[in-house]
């Protein structure tokens, strides 16, 4: 029996129209031979059946490449090969909306009065929104105008307060226009607003507008009008109106209601406190007449309670007073306020009613204490934060949030509102003044500095900072003096370098849509859910070298000369770890992918540099040497007829053999840096991890990662579906730089 061997020729099996049936064949020769798929992706609705590829593909949101590996096998040993399978079937999106008048009023009248509010959606289909496609609906820069004061959100909903323009047609003796000499001020109208004076007359007219929806690939305009009227049309009196109008109704009046501002939840008010509460109404018919408040029955005649000691005062629309004690109670209180606009050259009265909600708490037994020692912790400069304050409060279910009322946390340290102590220390200023540590001397960040012992002194530093801890409620809140001592050498900082890889759109939404689900990570077992260090890792990235000595960027590019080029790592299998406390005790578990390097094997490495001149040692092919029939030793990394290749330890090795500076002294290195979870001692095997090529995925509570590791696997997801393919390094700290930064691989052909 021999190896199989492919007949289906590698690349494109076809193109196919979505939802429609196939049944493509795949041949090899050989016995007993089995097909199976190792990474990539089928078009969703197709399957392996038979050696062959069925099914009917699903619809898809645009013309869409599915890239796969098939691996076919028997007991003589397997081989590879790549296919892609073509899914078309983009569709256009399609109005629903009517073109032309919309019928925007609120009971469907295809006109708005001017001033009114104004919530309408336009709406629109696509058949390919089944498979995750989104529309977005715009406007061009050209594409007519809305009524002034509206806007269109990116759904197609048009939203705000129509504020048409007036119109300058009274005559000026009547309509009280100024009276400056020509063109020192505006020219505007001066309105009145006495009675008798003219009211302000605005523009009646349609505002027509295109609106354009797509779906990111194709889209369809559409051309709508809205008639903004203005309200003296709908005056007993008016001329305006032709007696067979089909749009405006004569019966209609011109006078609008308030419409009210503050929401019928007023919230949660402690008692024994004095409350202002002003409740809001926008007032169209603002020009003339007057708005006065009152307390009606609720809407089912039931009467109104206002909490004792609360008043409202009728023309301001404000409720005050002190409310009186009471038991460790919550009382909801729920009334129902009329605000009326009265028309003082009519006597017309319009107006609108809401209910209102209200709850009052009671006395609160609540205690909060402080559990964190005065000292929260000894941190290095660079090193991430795991510093928490601790508070308990006796006030069962409620949550105690933190807040820095004086002093300073280190440079480059923020407090969370749960008492995390978030980020790393600044230990040198940037080059935009941010505060660092060393801050005597510097003379362009180490360069001629003063220096205590050679540099290798060790300064202590204290930093003293106050905390508040007040509960939910607000019934109670105690503050504390703390501090945070740093330990840093005179003058060197340490950074950690990055391997972070290059990911298609389609790999960041399948990775997003994984981290983010919280079925899978659960809120009540992530290790500081708040900090981006921890929690979920939303970005992937695997350590390099850790601890090495903080230079400016251009001190790092010689190290990348050789040995580095552009890179594709595997995912192995998904492991877990404990970083541990001194005393012993699990701080947190980390889960993490185990990468897998080509050129590396059993913890041995590619050697730096192979001479494969035609006078040089033949190649050894162990793979402690170099693999000769590897493909990820491309034909420009040979330089003066050596082989310089791109292995995980052959970049660490170049990394940590720099020179910095002039007196032929080594880069530093500090093995503090090494994440914690990497040197404790794991319980299962009473050994520390040492440097691992890793992604970590999410950092847990204790006792929480076995659980974890089973959503995942049973989510489906599967980490040989992303590409991870790296062409630089990520440096986490530069000197004279904020944030991090970047240096790209030399230029190198990729196979």
Do not use: C
């Amino acid at each position: 029996m021999a190896k199989p061997t492919w007949v289906t020729s590698a690349g494109s099996l076809g193109t196919f129209e979505e939802k429609t049936t196939q049944n493509i064949s795949l041949s090899t020769t050989g016995e007993n031979v089995k097909l199976s798929l190792i990474s990539g992706t089928l078009p969703p609705g197709m399957r392996f059946e038979n050696n062959a590829i069925v099914g009917t593909p699903f619809d898809v949101a645009k013309n869409t490449i599915f890239e796969f590996v098939i691996r076919a096998s028997n007991s003589e040993g397997a081989i590879d090969r790549t296919f892609t399978i073509e899914i078309t079937g983009e569709d256009a999106p399609i109005w629903t909306t009517p073109a032309g008048t919309l019928d925007i009023g609120p009971n469907g009248e295809y006109y708005i009065m001017n001033k009114s509010p104004i919530d309408y959606q336009l709406s629109a289909s696509d058949l390919d929104l089944s498979a995750g496609q989104t529309l977005e609906y715009y406007m061009d820069d050209l594409a007519g105008e809305l009524p002034p004061g509206l806007e269109i959100s990116s759904t197609g909903r048009i939203t705000g307060i129509i504020n048409a323009p007036l119109t300058f047609d009274y005559k000026a003796t009547n309509a009280n226009y100024d009276q400056q000499q020509y063109d020192v001020f505006p020219y505007d109208y001066g309105g009145g607003t006495e009675e008798g004076d003219a009211v302000p007359k605005y523009l009646s007219r349609y505002y027509e507008f295109e609106v354009t929806v797509t779906d990111g690939i194709l889209r369809e305009r559409r051309k709508f009008r809205i008639f903004v009227i203005n309200e003296q049309q709908f005056r007993a009196d008016t001329t305006l109106i032709a007696v067979d109008t089909e749009v405006l109704l004569s019966s209609a009046t011109y006078l609008r209601a308030p419409i009210w501002i503050t929401t019928g939840n007023l919230g949660v008010r402690r008692a024994n406190n004095y409350m202002t509460l002003p409740l809001e109404v926008y007032d169209p018919n603002q020009y003339s007449g007057s708005v006065s408040y009152e307390i009606v029955p609720l809407e089912d005649s039931t009467e109104s309670t206002l909490p004792e000691g609360l008043a409202l005062d009728t023309t301001n629309g404000v409720l005050f007073g002190k409310i009186p004690y009471q038991p460790a109670v919550t009382t909801t209180y729920q009334f129902r306020i009329r605000v009326n606009r009265t028309d003082n050259t009519s006597d017309e009265i319009t107006n609108n009613e809401r209910t209102f909600i209200l709850k009052v708490q009671g006395e609160v037994d609540s205690t909060i204490k402080f559990t964190t020692d005065t000292l929260v912790g000894t941190l290095r400069p660079n090193e991430f934060s795991t510093l928490q304050i601790d508070a308990t409060t006796t006030l069962a279910g409620a949550d105690v949030r933190y807040r820095l009322v004086a002093g300073n946390l280190p440079p480059g340290l923020k407090l969370g509102g749960d008492g995390t102590i978030i980020g790393k220390i600044q230990q040198i200023p940037d080059s935009g003044q941010q505060n660092g540590l060393t801050t005597i001397d510097l003379s362009g960040f180490g360069l001629n500095s003063f220096l205590l012992d050679g540099g290798s002194t060790s300064i202590d530093r204290s930093y003293a900072f106050t905390i508040q801890a007040k509960d939910y409620y607000l019934a109670s809140a105690v503050t504390k003096d703390f501090k945070i001592n740093i330990t840093a050498d005179s003058i060197t900082q340490y950074s950690n370098i990055f391997l972070k890889p290059l990911l298609s759109k389609d790999n960041r939404n399948y990775y997003y849509n994984f981290i983010t689900d919280n079925k899978i990570f659960t809120q009540e077992n992530l290790y500081r859910s708040s900090d981006p260090q921890f929690g979920v890792q939303k970005n992937l990235s695997m350590l390099l070298q850790h601890g090495i000595e903080t230079l400016a960027i251009s001190k790092y590019v010689p190290a990348l000369a050789t040995n580095f080029s552009r890179k594709k790592y595997t995912f192995g299998p998904l492991r877990t770890a404990e970083a541990k406390n001194d005393d012993g005790t699990v701080l947190y578990e980390v889960i993490y992918v185990e990468m897998v390097d080509e050129l590396e094997e059993n913890g041995l490495s590619v050697k730096d540099k192979i001479d494969i001149s035609p006078a040089g040692n033949p190649i050894d092919t162990s793979m402690d040497k170099f693999k000769a029939s590897t493909n990820l030793i491309t034909v420009d990394q040979l330089i003066n007829k050596f082989l310089y290749p791109n292995s995980t330890t052959s970049m660490q090795n170049k990394l940590t053999e720099l020179y910095p500076d002039s007196d032929s002294t080594l880069i530093k290195v500090s093995d503090f840096y090494l994440p914690l979870w990497m040197r404790s001692i794991q319980t299962a095997t009473g050994t520390s991890l040492g440097y691992v090529k890793a992604v970590p995925i999410a950092y847990l509570k204790p006792g929480s990662s076995i659980s974890i590791i089973d959503n995942i696997r049973d989510s489906g997801f599967d980490f040989k579906n992303i590409n991870f393919d790296v062409d630089r390094i990520t440096i986490d700290s530069v000197t004279g730089e904020k944030g991090d930064k970047y240096i790209a691989f030399p230029k190198r052909k990729v196979i």
